[in-house]
């Protein structure tokens, strides 16, 4: 608003000493004289607007159009982008290495995050690749000028509670961002509440709010069969489906809308609402962990903490984890992480226990079977590993 107010301000001023100036020189200089200063000031002024229309129209920059990247269709683009994707473009014979393209796109930082976090979810990891490898080729025949509509990305994780879909949507939308698919790649986690109203007029500006704060990144909709109550007419949970139907189709280029919650569950509410389930790329299913790998999983979580499990700890935990595994609200990785933390508060205990002791590193380290054993969890189930060893 101010740059427009002194914009005009400065041209005024401008125009009222052009006008001062030439009424001093009709009246102290001859005619001539005047005719020739007026045409020359005339001229200088021509030229210099001249040169800065030239400039402005092949510098206009957008800032939108600059975080985007440059493709084909893009609704932001500009004389800027233009101008960099036809210099862009390859000629035919030219040939392109992929691996030099995600090198490039730099986003082997990413496969190597999901591989040091994620133990086991090789069909998961898969399928991230198999994504990856879509929009690579995509990003290089765009180098070629070869025109395709944009991939559909959005997807449903279904999986078991602590399966890792969080952490895999999180991967996923800094891959994205880095391939120059989403423009930030930052996840914007939702649920029923964050997105329906309670009452008549609630929903629409509720649902807007969370898909302005998704743009340009992804929005992850946990428990997403939530939003839709079978058989009640009433419910607002449609409206706010209408709405992400009609953002998930008409602005895939600037948001991708992940789906998360239990398979059977996630089926059903595909059963109910066709249009959601015909807007989903792609299914990525976290099959629950098996005992090792929820195993493998704890020593991973210590290794980074730099702790570990005695040998002797390690079959405790072993049994832990099988008679954890058939309670309620098992939660998988994240059942592992709660109860390693709570070993080492109780190893914090036993060392904290005598104080006067003298303790090396490797007893900060190291978990005993103590430390497990201590669980409520053994007091219904007293035989372990270690008793049947002995
Ligand atoms: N395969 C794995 N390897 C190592 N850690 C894992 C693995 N899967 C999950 N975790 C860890 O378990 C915890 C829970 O994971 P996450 O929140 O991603 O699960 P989720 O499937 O989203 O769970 P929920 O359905 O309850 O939201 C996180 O700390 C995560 O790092
Ligand atoms: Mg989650």
């Given at each position: 608003m101010y740059g427009f107010n002194v914009k005009y301000i400065r041209t005024s001023m401008l125009l009222l000493a052009a006008l001062v100036g030439l009424s001093v020189a009709w009246y102290s200089v001859s005619r001539a004289l005047f005719l020739v200063i007026f045409l020359s000031v005339a001229t200088l002024v021509a030229l210099i607007a001249l040169s800065r229309n030239t400039w402005s129209q092949t510098h206009t920059e957008d800032p939108r159009a600059a975080a985007m990247p440059a493709r084909p269709g893009k609704k932001f683009s500009t004389t800027v982008t233009r101008r960099r994707r036809n210099a862009e473009v390859l000629s035919p014979e030219t040939t392109v290495s992929l691996a030099e393209e995600r090198r490039t796109a730099d986003i082997e930082d990413v496969f190597t995050a999901l591989d040091r976090q994620l133990v086991g979810l090789v069909p998961v990891k898969k399928k991230v690749d198999e994504i990856a490898s879509l929009l690579l080729v995509d990003r290089v025949r765009q180098r070629f000028g070869l025109q395709a509509p944009r991939p559909n990305l959005h997807m449903c994780f279904t999986g078991d509670p602590g399966t890792g879909k969080t952490t895999v949507a999180l991967q996923m939308a800094d891959l994205l961002r880095r391939l120059g698919y989403l423009e930030k790649g930052h996840l914007v986690h939702a649920m029923r509440d964050d997105l329906v109203g309670e009452f008549i007029g609630h929903t629409a500006p509720k649902t807007k709010r969370v898909l302005e704060r998704a743009m340009g990144g992804v929005l992850f909709i946990d428990e997403a069969y939530y939003l839709y109550r079978a058989g009640d007419s009433k419910d607002y949970g449609q409206e706010c489906i209408d709405i992400l139907l009609q953002v998930m189709e008409n602005d895939r280029d600037k948001l991708v809308v992940i789906l998360a919650g239990y398979r059977d569950r996630m089926d059903e509410f595909f059963e109910s609402n066709p249009g959601m389930s015909s807007r989903i790329a792609h299914h990525l299913d976290f099959a629950p962990y098996t005992l090792n790998e929820l195993l493998a999983i704890g020593n991973a979580m210590l290794d980074r903490s730099s702790y570990y499990l005695s040998p002797e700890a390690e079959l405790a935990f072993r049994d832990y984890l099988t008679i954890r595994m058939g309670q309620p609200r098992f939660a998988n990785a994240r059942s592992v992480r709660n109860e390693l933390e709570r070993s080492r508060l109780r190893h914090a205990h036993r060392l904290a226990a005598d104080l006067e002791a003298s303790r090396s590193m490797d007893d900060l380290m190291r978990i005993e079977p103590a430390d497990i054993l201590a669980?409520?969890?053994?007091?219904?189930?007293?035989?372990t590993a270690i008793d049947r060893s002995s």
């Amino acid at each position: 608003m101010y740059g427009f107010n002194v914009k005009y301000i400065r041209t005024s001023m401008l125009l009222l000493a052009a006008l001062v100036g030439l009424s001093v020189a009709w009246y102290s200089v001859s005619r001539a004289l005047f005719l020739v200063i007026f045409l020359s000031v005339a001229t200088l002024v021509a030229l210099i607007a001249l040169s800065r229309n030239t400039w402005s129209q092949t510098h206009t920059e957008d800032p939108r159009a600059a975080a985007m990247p440059a493709r084909p269709g893009k609704k932001f683009s500009t004389t800027v982008t233009r101008r960099r994707r036809n210099a862009e473009v390859l000629s035919p014979e030219t040939t392109v290495s992929l691996a030099e393209e995600r090198r490039t796109a730099d986003i082997e930082d990413v496969f190597t995050a999901l591989d040091r976090q994620l133990v086991g979810l090789v069909p998961v990891k898969k399928k991230v690749d198999e994504i990856a490898s879509l929009l690579l080729v995509d990003r290089v025949r765009q180098r070629f000028g070869l025109q395709a509509p944009r991939p559909n990305l959005h997807m449903c994780f279904t999986g078991d509670p602590g399966t890792g879909k969080t952490t895999v949507a999180l991967q996923m939308a800094d891959l994205l961002r880095r391939l120059g698919y989403l423009e930030k790649g930052h996840l914007v986690h939702a649920m029923r509440d964050d997105l329906v109203g309670e009452f008549i007029g609630h929903t629409a500006p509720k649902t807007k709010r969370v898909l302005e704060r998704a743009m340009g990144g992804v929005l992850f909709i946990d428990e997403a069969y939530y939003l839709y109550r079978a058989g009640d007419s009433k419910d607002y949970g449609q409206e706010c489906i209408d709405i992400l139907l009609q953002v998930m189709e008409n602005d895939r280029d600037k948001l991708v809308v992940i789906l998360a919650g239990y398979r059977d569950r996630m089926d059903e509410f595909f059963e109910s609402n066709p249009g959601m389930s015909s807007r989903i790329a792609h299914h990525l299913d976290f099959a629950p962990y098996t005992l090792n790998e929820l195993l493998a999983i704890g020593n991973a979580m210590l290794d980074r903490s730099s702790y570990y499990l005695s040998p002797e700890a390690e079959l405790a935990f072993r049994d832990y984890l099988t008679i954890r595994m058939g309670q309620p609200r098992f939660a998988n990785a994240r059942s592992v992480r709660n109860e390693l933390e709570r070993s080492r508060l109780r190893h914090a205990h036993r060392l904290a226990a005598d104080l006067e002791a003298s303790r090396s590193m490797d007893d900060l380290m190291r978990i005993e079977p103590a430390d497990i054993l201590a669980s409520p969890l053994f007091a219904s189930s007293p035989l372990t590993a270690i008793d049947r060893s002995s």
